[in-house]
């Protein structure tokens, strides 16, 4: 069964809204060789109901807000790809095509495409529900780094995502334990393969 991806399939499938929403930086392509489509089958297959949202029109209110706000947690990944290997060459020229984008021209996927999903949730939904980061643009940069498109040392996508979780790796089983413990009210932050931030502790001295 495909995600459902617009309004209308939500009422299609009798809900009210989704209790998970993954958004991304790919078009959605309903296969095992795509992240964020096994995610969304490994939490539709344990009984949440999971819409997707991909390649949302940055200046577009309406794109965002078409399923509306989830009961549980937004997904955001930037997609199969880190979104500045997707966008540009290794000599910093802007790549004309790109293979996960409906019909192969590259005009949907942004630069550093989680850190812009994150802040438009954000500007729309201002007390919401957790922003949960993963795929390999969140992994690869879920700590300071030295980011080659800019010569320069970045913070941890944490920081400029503002979101509440990082989940790295092959992140299946973690991404089930985050939206359980969210459906019964438990702690989040003691799950394997996640990334937070934290206040530093305090010396007493």
Same mark, same amino acid.
């Given at each position: 069964?495909? $995600?459902?991806?617009?309004?209308?399939?939500?009422?299609?499938?009798?809900?009210?809204?989704?209790?998970?929403?993954?958004?991304?930086?790919?078009?959605?392509?309903?296969?095992?060789?795509?992240?964020?489509?096994?995610?969304?089958?490994?939490?539709?297959?344990?009984?949440?109901?999971?819409?997707?949202?991909?390649?949302?029109?940055?200046?577009?209110?309406?794109?965002?807000?078409? $399923?509306?706000?989830?009961?549980?947690?937004?997904? /955001?990944?930037?997609?199969?790809?880190?979104?500045?290997?997707?966008?540009?060459?290794?000599?910093?020229?802007?790549?004309?095509?790109?293979?996960?984008?409906?019909?192969?021209? %590259?005009?949907?996927?942004? @630069?550093?495409?989680?850190?812009?999903?994150?802040?438009?949730?954000?500007?729309?939904?201002?007390?919401?529900?957790?922003?949960?980061?993963?795929?390999?643009?969140?992994?690869?940069?879920?700590?300071?780094?030295?980011?080659?498109?800019?010569?320069?040392?970045?913070?941890?996508?944490?920081?400029?995502?503002?979101?509440?979780?990082?989940?790295? #790796?092959?992140?299946?089983?973690?991404?089930?334990?985050?939206?359980?413990? $969210?459906? %019964? #009210?438990?702690? /989040?932050? @003691?799950?394997?393969?996640?990334?937070?931030?934290? %206040?530093?502790?305090?010396?007493?001295?």
């Amino acid at each position: 069964m495909f $995600l459902p991806t617009t309004d209308a399939e939500l009422k299609k499938l009798g809900w009210d809204k989704p209790d998970i929403i993954l958004v991304t930086g790919d078009a959605y392509i309903d296969s095992p060789y795509i992240g964020v489509s096994v995610i969304g089958h490994v939490l539709s297959e344990a009984g949440f109901r999971v819409g997707i949202i991909a390649q949302p029109d940055r200046q577009s209110k309406t794109d965002i807000c078409r $399923l509306g706000e989830p009961k549980l947690f937004w997904g /955001i990944t930037g997609g199969c790809m880190d979104s500045m290997v997707a966008n540009y060459t290794a000599t910093k020229k802007k790549r004309l095509r790109d293979d996960l984008t409906a019909g192969g021209k %590259n005009n949907r996927r942004p @630069d550093r495409a989680s850190v812009v999903y994150a802040n438009l949730i954000r500007r729309y939904f201002k007390e919401t529900k957790p922003l949960i980061l993963g795929g390999v643009e969140a992994s690869l940069r879920r700590v300071a780094h030295y980011d080659y498109w800019s010569e320069s040392i970045r913070r941890s996508i944490l920081f400029d995502a503002r979101a509440d979780i990082l989940v790295y #790796g092959m992140a299946e089983k973690a991404i089930l334990e985050i939206a359980r413990k $969210l459906q %019964n #009210g438990g702690n /989040i932050k @003691d799950i394997k393969g996640i990334c937070y931030i934290c %206040n530093p502790i305090k010396s007493g001295h």
